[in-house]
């Protein structure tokens, strides 16, 4: 049923639904390193949804599987089922940096993550995200939720355009569901006006920022997107605008000719803001305290907004 179901949404919303590769977690294969694993995705060397269930392999830790084929599911035959575990520390010395491109630090070494890109396990290469070149109004998906004590699951989505967060937005929930089913839908948020060339998700079952709390599952299922009702093109003061240093510790300046300047706001790769604060010729930003990642720099003067890159790394 999910499958004819899925088939119909293609004829009416192909932009958009054609490129969320597996949306329903129907499809699996077997681990190339842990045969008792299964992934969603299309085997070895694909770009589907990948977990760290090849950390179970001695090789490289050990570690217990974390995300597994569910047979409760929202529709049609599974769902994917993620449940935090803790890693072993010579998994998360291997891992650990990973987190870097979706929530700007280093994960915990307890954690149960899904998350879309291409994995060869054999070449031990990878890359995240989707390619997606459609601007999107919401990212919706069904979910149960039963966290282990005080905990929370989180679903982080970031539309990049060459690197550079175009949009993005996060679901974060505490609250038990029991095995009633229920839809989440993030509101993409907007800080550049270019078409995406990526796809950024990441499902994890428990926080991101805190210490995550083993036991704590999260099931998910049917991803869905939609189009924005439009989004302003406008012309900024891109060639009149300076970074530097880029990379940088935190702190770095942003110089600007412009002279009908207003705001300038700093967001992360989610699209949450991080800084907001009048703009001048020359304007001192201090982001020491800011995670590790990749930033948009967003200035808005009288002649529209301009982007630029950040690169935070200390």
Request: net charge neutral; proline share 5%.
């Amino acid at each position: 049923m999910k499958k004819t179901l899925f088939t119909l949404s293609i004829i009416f919303s192909l932009c958009t639904r054609a490129q969320i590769l597996n949306p329903g977690f129907e499809t699996w294969t077997t681990d190339t390193y842990v045969p008792t694993a299964m992934n969603p995705n299309s085997g070895n060397g694909t770009t589907g949804w990948w977990d760290y269930n090849i950390f179970n392999n001695s090789a490289v830790g050990s570690s217990p599987l974390s995300v597994f084929r569910c047979d409760t599911a929202h529709s049609g035959s599974y769902s994917a089922k993620i449940e935090t575990v803790i890693y072993t520390p010579t998994s998360w010395n291997i891992y650990k940096a990973w987190g870097v491109p979706y929530i700007g630090h280093n994960y915990y070494d307890t954690l149960g993550i899904l998350y879309n890109g291409f994995v060869n396990e054999t070449t031990s290469t990878s890359h995240p995200g989707f390619p997606f070149t459609q601007k999107i109004n919401q990212f919706s998906f069904f979910y149960q939720y039963k966290p282990n004590g005080v905990d929370t699951a989180e679903c982080r989505v970031s539309l990049v355009k060459h690197g550079a967060v175009v949009a993005g937005g996060i679901f974060k929930t505490n609250v038990t569901t029991g095995s009633v089913w229920q839809q989440a839908t993030i509101t993409m948020f907007y800080v550049d006006t270019l078409t995406p060339d990526t796809m950024y998700v990441l499902f994890s079952s428990s926080s991101l920022d805190k210490k995550p709390k083993p036991g704590s599952v999260f099931l998910v299922d049917d991803i869905s997107t939609s189009l924005p009702a439009g989004i302003e093109q406008v012309k900024g003061i891109s060639n009149q605008v300076t970074v530097y240093p880029n990379p940088s510790n935190g702190n770095f300046m942003v110089e600007t000719s412009a002279t009908t300047l207003q705001l300038l706001e700093l967001f992360d790769l989610t699209g949450r803001l991080v800084i907001s604060k009048p703009i001048t010729n020359k304007t001192i930003i201090n982001g020491s305290d800011l995670p590790d990642g990749v930033y948009n720099i967003k200035i808005t003067d009288n002649n529209g907004v301009t982007n630029k890159k950040i690169i935070i790394s200390k």
